[in-house]
C-alpha cells in the first residue's frame, strides 16, 4: 500500500500523524489504532517521516501557539458560519449539541458541580461568548464562570410518571435557545429518579463544542470525578493552548500558498458538479426550511456489519468507503443522477495540541461522486476510497472558505454544495465514572439540518444510528421505506460486491422515491394517526384525568411501546391483550399494537372474572399489556403470557427509541377481535383487518363532518 493510501486511511479514522523534531506524533480517538495499525505504525515510521517531511515542509505548518489576550479575538472560519447563521434566525435550536446520560449508583451531585466548574475553568471556550464591532464579530473570554448543577427530583412520583417527566425535561432543555453575545453557552441539568438513579442533560451551542469534544469533556470529568471524590487534586496538567489560539493559528496559517495549495484540489474535485441532489419529495420544497426534522432508527446487524468490514480488509478499503459508496448508489437510484456530492465531516485535529481541547473544530468536505459507466459496486468502491484518501489529504481548508471560493450560487431553499450527509462514528463514547453505572439517552431536538443524513456508529453489536430528514420534504413512511432499502442494498453488497450498479438498483423502483409506491397503497390506521402527527405535532391529542399529551408525545410513546411489543414477539396476526382503565394508557397501548402489526383484544377490568377468564383462554393471548396495579385482579390463565406492565415497565419501555416504525403488517391482517356481549351464548370473536379499520376510521370522518386538522 502507497504511502499516500495508508495515511488517507487513517486519516478517514481520523488519525492525524505530524512531525514534531525528529519524533512521528500521532492523535487518534481512543480505541481505534489497533495493535496492527500500531504495529504498521512503527514498522512504516521512516518511510511516513520522510514522506511528511517533503510533502508538508513541516516549517510551514507551524504548532498552534497562545496569542495574546488584549485585543478582540477572532472567531474560526466555522465559528464565523454559525455566527452568521444565528443572526439570520435569532433563537433557533438548531445548532444546539445536547447529551444526557442515566447514572445509577451513588451520585455525590455536589462533586460533580464541583467537576463541571473546573472543566469550565480549564476551557476558556466555555467561558466565552461572541460580540460584533462595526459588524465583525470576535470572541470575548470571560475571566470565570460559575455554574450551577439544578437539581430536579422526581423521586416523589410513580416509575411512569418520572420518566416520562424527565424525558419531556431534557428534550426541553435541548429546545432552549442560547444567546450567543450574552452567554453562557452551556447548561446542565441533573434529574434525580431515586435516591441512587439520576439523569444528567447536557447542552452546548455548536459554536463551542463538536463531538470530539464531547469525549473530552466526558474523560476529563471522570478524571476529576474519582479524584474529588478521594479528597485528591485535579490530576488533569493545564493546557498549553485554548480554542481561541486554534482560531487565530488557523486564520494566520490558512491564508497565501497554504491555502491556495488545497483549495486548488477542491476546484478540480468540485469542478462542474451539480450543486443539488433532485430527491422526488413527498412534500414542495419551501422557498425557506423550517428546519423541522425527524429521525428514523437504523440498525445493522452484527454480522452483516462484520461481512462489509471483511469486504473493506478485501479491497484495501475502509467501511467508512463501503458504507459511503452504498449511500451513493442508494442516492442515485431515487434522484436518477450518476454526477452528485454527499456531505461528511472530519475532525478537523491534525495538530498535536488540539486533541485535548474543547471547541468547533470539525469540518465539512463535500465528496463528490461518479457513477458513471453502470461500475461493479466494486469499482464504484475503488472511486469513493481514493476520493476518500484524497480528500482527507486536502481536508484542512474550511468548508466556509470553500463556498467562498467557488462562488456557490446561493439558494436560500437549500444547503450550499449538497443536501445529503454522512457521518460513521468509528469508535463509541466511554462512559465511565467511578462507582457509577452510566448509559446514554439519545436526545432529539427535533431539528434537520440537511434534507437528509445518515449518521451510524460502530457497536459490538453491529453498526447504529439513525436517517436524520426534513419534514418540510418527507413523510415517515419514505423514510421508513428508504431505511429497508438501505439495508437491503447492504446485504446484496455484501453477498455480490461485483454486482453492476444496475443489478443493485432492482432491489428498489428505479428512480422514484419509494415513498411514490408507498403513497399507492393505503396507510394503515396507525399510519392516518402518524401522518396528523406529522402535521399536527405539538397540538393536543390526548386528554384523560389531568393529563395532556400532544400529538408528538402521544406518537412517541406508542411507538416505544411497539418496539418493546416486536421485541416479545408480536407483530401480525399476534393477539396482544389490552386490560387497563380508560386512561391515557388505554390509547398509548391501543396505538401501540397497531402500529406493531399485532392485533387487540380489549380486556375490560370491570368484567366479572369468569368472562374475563374465558376471553384470555379462548384467545389463547401470548402477549398482555396491563398495569402492575390489575394484575393480581386478573384471572390465573394471565401467568401464561408475556406481560407488560406499562407502569412497572416504565423504564424500560422510555429508553425504546421514539421514532416511526416500518410499516409492520399487510391491510388484510387482523386488527382486533372484540367479544360479544354473550348475551345469547357464550361470547364470541368479532375481527376486523387493518385495512377494513382505516377504511371504518375514514366513512366517519366523513360521516360526521371531522375535519384533517
Known amino acids: 500500500m502507497k504511502t499516500t493510501e495508508f495515511l488517507g486511511n487513517l486519516r478517514s479514522l481520523d488519525v492525524h500523524l505530524r512531525i514534531d523534531g525528529d519524533t512521528l506524533r500521532c492523535n487518534a480517538p481512543k480505541g ?77 451531585a455536589g462533586v460533580l458541580e464541583r467537576c463541571l466548574n473546573e472543566v469550565v475553568r480549564r476551557h476558556e471556550i466555555l467561558r466565552t461568548t461572541f460580540r460584533e464591532s462595526d459588524g465583525r464579530p470576535f470572541q470575548v473570554i470571560g475571566p470565570e464562570l460559575h455554574v450551577t448543577l439544578p437539581v430536579v427530583d422526581l423521586s416523589d412520583r410513580n416509575e411512569a410518571e418520572r420518566e416520562a417527566d424527565a424525558l419531556r425535561r431534557i428534550r426541553e432543555d435541548a429546545r432552549k435557545p442560547f444567546n450567543l453575545a450574552r452567554g453562557p453557552l452551556l447548561r446542565v441539568l441533573l434529574l434525580r429518579l431515586g435516591a441512587r438513579e439520576h439523569v444528567l442533560s447536557v447542552v452546548l451551542h455548536h459554536i463551542v463544542s463538536d463531538g470530539w469534544s464531547t469525549g473530552v469533556l466526558v474523560r476529563e470529568l471522570a478524571a476529576l470525578y474519582e479524584a474529588f471524590s478521594a479528597g485528591r487534586p485535579s490530576p488533569l496538567p493545564e493546557l498549553a493552548v485554548q480554542f481561541a489560539d486554534f482560531a487565530s493559528w488557523q486564520r494566520e496559517w ?40 425527524s429521525r428514523q432508527a437504523l440498525a445493522v446487524p452484527a454480522a452483516l456489519g462484520s461481512a462489509l468490514q471483511e469486504l473493506a480488509r478485501r479491497e ?17 437510484f431515487y434522484s436518477g443522477q450518476q454526477d452528485l456530492v454527499v456531505g461528511t465531516a472530519s475532525a478537523n485535529r491534525d495538530q498535536i495540541e488540539a486533541e485535548g481541547l474543547i471547541g468547533f473544530f470539525v469540518n465539512v468536505l463535500p465528496i463528490r461522486a461518479s457513477l458513471a459507466g453502470d461500475p461493479f459496486f466494486r469499482e464504484l468502491l475503488r472511486r469513493t476510497h481514493e476520493t476518500m484518501v484524497d480528500a482527507n489529504c486536502h481536508g484542512n ?45 439519545d436526545v432529539d431536538t427535533g431539528t434537520a439540518k440537511f ?14 444510528g439513525m436517517i436524520e430528514y426534513s419534514s418540510d420534504l418527507f413523510s415517515p413512511d419514505a423514510i421508513r421505506h428508504i431505511a429497508g432499502h438501505f439495508l437491503a442494498l447492504l446485504q446484496r453488497i455484501a453477498a455480490e ?27 394503515s390506521p396507525a399510519g392516518l394517526f402518524e401522518a396528523q402527527a406529522l402535521r399536527i405535532p405539538e397540538a393536543t391529542a390526548l386528554i384523560a384525568d389531568g393529563e395532556e399529551l400532544s400529538y408528538r408525545e402521544l406518537n412517541g410513546r406508542a411507538n416505544q411501546l411497539a418496539r418493546y411489543l416486536l421485541a416479545a414477539g408480536a407483530g401480525p396476526e399476534v393477539l396482544v391483550g389490552l ?71 416504565a423504564a424500560a419501555l422510555v429508553m425504546e427509541p421514539d421514532g416511526d416504525l416500518p410499516r409492520q403488517n399487510p391491510p388484510e391482517s387482523l386488527a382486533y377481535v372484540i367479544y360479544t356481549s354473550g348475551s345469547t351464548g357464550r361470547p364470541k370473536g368479532a375481527m376486523n383487518s387493518h385495512g377494513g379499520l382505516r377504511n371504518r376510521l375514514l366513512w366517519m370522518q366523513e360521516a360526521f363532518g371531522l375535519g384533517a386538522e
Not at 256 to 271: T, V
Request: net charge negative.
Open 32 to 108: 481505534v489504532l489497533t495493535d496492527l495499525l500500531r504495529e504498521q505504525l512503527t514498522q512504516r515510521k521512516e518511510e511516513i517521516l520522510s514522506f511528511l517531511r517533503q510533502t508538508t515542509n513541516s516549517s510551514s505548518v507551524p504548532p498552534i501557539a497562545s496569542v495574546p489576550r488584549d485585543g478582540e479575538l477572532p472567531l474560526s472560519f466555522a465559528q464565523q458560519r454559525l455566527w452568521f447563521l444565528d443572526r439570520l434566525q435569532p433563537g433557533s435550536h438548531l445548532y444546539n449539541e445536547p447529551a444526557a446520560v442515566r447514572l445509577r449508583g451513588d451520585l455525590d
Open 254 to 293: 490558512l491564508q497565501g500558498e497554504a491555502l491556495e495549495s488545497q483549495l486548488s484540489y477542491w476546484r478540480e474535485h468540485l469542478r462542474d458538479a451539480p450543486t443539488t441532489l433532485e430527491l422526488p419529495a413527498d412534500y414542495a420544497r419551501p422557498p425557506v426550511p423550517s428546519n423541522l426534522g
Open 316 to 332: 484495501g478499503a475502509t467501511l467508512f468507503s463501503v458504507l459511503m459508496a452504498a449511500y451513493q448508489s442508494l442516492l442515485s
Open 397 to 441: 481548508v474550511p468548508f466556509e472558505r470553500l463556498v467562498e471560493d467557488l462562488q456557490v450560487q446561493r439558494d436560500t431553499s437549500r444547503t450550499p454544495l449538497f443536501q445529503a450527509f454522512f457521518v460513521l462514528q468509528n469508535f463509541p463514547m466511554q462512559l465511565q465514572l467511578p462507582g457509577l453505572e452510566l448509559e446514554r439517552i
Open 451 to 464: 434534507d437528509l443524513a445518515l449518521d451510524l456508529t460502530e457497536t459490538p453489536d453491529g453498526l447504529r
Open 497 to 523: 460486491p461485483e454486482a453492476r450498479l444496475s443489478e443493485l438498483k432492482r432491489l428498489g423502483t428505479p428512480g422514484q422515491l419509494p415513498s411514490t409506491a408507498v403513497a399507492e397503497e393505503p396507510l
Open 579 to 649: 386490560c387497563v382503565d380508560r386512561s391515557v394508557d388505554m390509547i398509548v397501548g391501543l396505538l401501540g399494537i397497531l402500529k406493531a402489526g399485532s392485533a387487540c383484544v380489549p380486556l375490560d377490568p370491570e368484567y366479572p372474572e369468569e368472562r374475563l377468564s374465558w376471553m384470555l383462554e379462548d384467545s389463547s393471548l401470548p402477549i398482555l399489556i396491563t398495569l402492575q396495579s390489575l394484575l393480581f385482579d386478573l384471572p390465573a390463565y394471565a401467568a401464561s403470557c408475556k406481560v407488560v406492565c406499562l407502569d412497572s415497565d
